[in-house]
């Protein structure tokens, strides 16, 4: 297996590049995982059958103490040869020189949030370090929140961050002179000093959006060597140094820079800076500046197979320090072996079924479109079908339609019909019950109002939540092949900051948590696949504090992510390093590679591209089919054009041709 195969094809995850070592612990290492005999030893992670040593010519069982199925995320050693194992949901382990099993040394603070009474896991943990300088402190980061052990992981306690204005979603950290460094999803570099923090992001790859604002690219690796500072980058943004600390500058090293490489540790030893990335380990030579293929690369080529491991544990060497390593071993094909997948869908309003839905199917018939997304709950609260539900009675919600004789008509065309279901942007609940389940505005103590057009429930009322898993159960029963949720979030516009959640049951939960609660219970409830709407902009980094849309998280809990990455959607000065003809394909791929990534490959990635002129300087059939370009160049075979009108003749001239 060719080492360039390396990691782009896996979850990503959040990696730390190893402290410096003293030269001490090469022999420490060498002691603990070179036989006398002298043959390589690794610690590895296989999916589905735990973690392995390898005793340089076959793996034997290492798992002891760790509970089955396990997500292994990172793994890492003190100089004493004491090795941590973090995971994504069921917490981090420990297993000390003398110790013949893992022991887990999670706090109960790292818990994942729930109402749901049978959910018992860990929150993922994003980030892990050692202090070089105090190796019995440690930081570890639970997406939003950092802790700090000075007992080697007896015991835990919370950093309070005294300025997270922008709910900070931590990726890798460091300790460098006593400082700890955390890399974060889009706020670049924070260095944080007795709880407070300083951004810095001058210099860091970042994206503009509209005028001076933007978001930083996600650090997936720190290190250090020699007073300078180094940050790591994934989709091909490369590696940055700071001298100072302040500002950042380009390694002047010869990455592929494509698409997908991401760089997912960076370890200093003697005067270089190993940099393991998705297509190669590189060895850079800090005082000359120069890139080379580490000769790590071909023991790492000989070394695998297949079937191998997900991750790698290194030992430290004579010629290499301590590395944490990934590699591919999973393609993304999900799409080939699910119903949902494969699906080239339109939308199709109300209005457009009421006036010409022959000439809707006639469209559909000669485009090659084989699904239909069709509102059931709409932006109102109002259910476009019969279902059977007292509290859609009781609040009037219910309209009578002819929906039976659409499906029946859609199934005869072999169509996979969707029922979108707005969720919680519901005027109907939000007014029912004397505002008993509308958010409450802080400051006046009356159901809280945003954009004058929208009124919102509370996401963490059971009632809620119950009631639209009811509809979509009863949606389901109607034939739908699909259930798609909508406004599956907190409110972005209006006084957000007034916002109050009464049914609230825990201040430290997060928005993503209480969304993976309602997903999880309606995908084990609903009984056909389940697809949710997300903004475009979180298939691009990891928010999950902000509206709740954690792409990574949700991914766990659902059929079907389906980003809206209209290209309009995106800002006027988003991408324009590229030309205004190129914008919709290029947006529209890297949307589509991003979900797919850090949605870890185990959800349909369904774009909503854009079926609407909308400043969109090139609208026309190009337009169009240059974002279903985007969707497969970016690895997906699955797309809907969305027209909030149902207008679909500019999609009928780009697809037929008419």
């Not at 979509?472 to 957000?496: C, N, S, V, W």
Request: net charge positive; aromatic share 14%.
């Amino acid at each position: 297996m060719k080492i360039k195969k390396f990691v782009a094809d896996i979850p990503v995850r959040h990696f730390l590049a190893a402290a410096v070592i003293p030269a001490v612990a090469i022999l420490l290492w060498n002691n603990l995982l070179f036989p006398s005999g002298g043959e390589r030893r690794y610690i590895g992670f296989f999916p589905g059958k735990g973690v392995r040593l390898y005793n340089g010519s076959s793996w034997r069982d290492y798992s002891d103490g760790l509970p089955s199925g396990i997500e292994a995320v990172y793994m890492t050693s003190d100089s004493k040869g004491n090795l941590y194992l973090t995971t994504g949901y069921s917490g981090i382990f420990r297993r000390g020189t003398q110790d013949s099993v893992w022991k887990d040394i999670s706090s109960a603070e790292f818990r994942r949030r729930t109402q749901l009474a049978e959910v018992q896991e860990y929150r993922n943990i994003t980030a892990f370090c050692i202090d070089p300088g105090n190796e019995s402190r440690l930081y570890l980061a639970t997406k939003h929140t950092l802790y700090a052990s000075n007992d080697s992981g007896a015991s835990w306690n919370r950093i309070n961050i005294k300025n997270n204005k922008n709910s900070y979603y931590y990726t890798s950290l460091a300790v460098i002179d006593s400082l700890l460094y955390a890399g974060t999803s889009f706020n670049g570099v924070l260095a944080i000093n007795n709880g407070v923090v300083s951004e810095l992001t001058d210099g860091v790859p970042k994206e503009y959006y509209v005028g001076p604002f933007y978001f930083c690219e996600g650090v997936s690796a720190l290190g250090e060597s020699n007073g300078r500072l180094y940050s790591g980058y994934l989709f091909g943004r490369g590696v940055v140094e700071s001298a100072d600390r302040k500002k950042w500058a380009p390694v002047n090293a010869a990455f592929s820079k494509t698409a997908t490489e991401g760089v997912y540790c960076i370890a200093p030893f003697n005067g270089r800076l190993f940099i393991a990335s998705d297509e190669a380990v590189y060895e850079y030579d800090v005082k000359h500046k120069n890139l080379s293929v580490s000769v790590m690369q071909q023991e790492l080529e000989e070394s695998f197979s297949d079937s191998g491991p997900s991750m790698l544990f290194v030992p430290a060497s004579d010629v290499n320090p301590p590395l944490f390593v990934k590699r591919n071993i999973a393609a993304y094909d999900i799409e080939k072996s699910k119903d949902a997948g494969k699906r080239r869908g339109l939308y199709v309003s109300w209005s457009m079924i009421d006036k010409n839905f022959k000439g809707f199917l006639e469209i559909v018939e000669r485009s090659g479109i084989n699904a239909v997304i069709i509102d059931v709950k709409d932006d109102f609260g109002i259910i476009n079908a019969p279902v059977d539900s007292k509290t859609a009675r009781e609040i009037g919600a219910v309209k009578n339609t002819n929906i039976g004789e659409i499906i029946n008509a859609l199934h005869k065309k072999n169509i996979w019909v969707v029922a979108r279901n707005v969720t919680f942007k519901d005027k109907k609940l939000y007014e029912a019950y004397s505002g008993k389940y509308a958010i409450l505005d802080k400051v006046t103590g009356k159901p809280w109002v945003g954009l004058p057009r929208e009124r919102w429930c509370d996401p963490y009322s059971q009632f809620v939540r119950d009631y639209n898993i009811e509809i979509a159960k009863e949606t389901a029963k109607l034939g739908f092949d699909e259930i798609q949720f909508d406004y599956i979030r907190f409110p972005t516009d209006g006084p957000t900051g007034r916002c109050r959640y009464r049914y609230r049951d825990k201040d430290d939960t997060f928005k993503s948590e209480i969304m993976g609660d309602f997903l999880q219970q309606a995908r084990r409830e609903t009984g056909v696949p389940v697809s949710i709407d997300i903004y475009g902009f979180n298939a691009w980094y990891r928010f999950g504090n902000l509206i709740g849309q954690d792409i990574e998280f949700i991914s766990r809990f659902v059929d079907v992510i389906c980003p809206m990455i209209y290209p309009s959607h995106f800002c006027a000065s988003f991408y324009n390093r590229y030309p205004v003809t190129d914008k919709p394909y290029r947006i529209v791929k890297d949307s589509t590679l991003r979900a797919i990534y850090l949605s870890g490959k185990r959800v349909v990635i369904r774009g909503w591209i854009q079926g609407f002129d909308y400043l969109s300087p090139t609208w026309g059939p190009e337009y169009i089919l240059g974002q279903i370009k985007g969707v497969k160049d970016g690895g997906a075979m699955s797309w809907a054009l969305w027209n909030p009108a149902g207008d679909h003749s500019m999609a009928d001239k780009a697809l037929s041709g008419k």
